[in-house]
């Protein structure tokens, strides 16, 4: 029974973290890992700037997207 237990719970946090990723709700995440990498000593945008950056983006070079 642990078994079964053990592996619905994978199967959920895998399931969660493919939501999320479509969802864009690691997009952030990501920014602040590339961004430590590609910038160290230099403070990262808020989140709420990186999304305002983000949408901004987004609106100036509009692409296929589902909303």
Same mark, same amino acid.
């Given at each position: ?20 990723? #479509? ?5 952030? &995440? /990501?920014?602040? +890992?590339?961004?430590? @990498?590609?910038?160290? $000593?230099?403070?990262? #945008? ?5 999304? &305002? /950056?983000?949408? +901004?983006?987004?609106? @100036?070079?509009?692409? $296929?997207?589902?909303?």
């Amino acid at each position: 029974m642990n078994h079964a237990l053990e592996r619905a719970r994978e199967g959920w946090h895998g399931f969660v973290w493919f939501f999320k990723g #479509m969802m864009g709700e690691n997009a952030y &995440r /990501d920014y602040l +890992d590339f961004h430590r @990498r590609a910038h160290p $000593g230099v403070a990262p #945008m808020t989140e709420r700037e990186f999304w &305002r /950056d983000k949408t +901004d983006r987004q609106d @100036r070079n509009p692409q $296929g997207r589902c909303c």
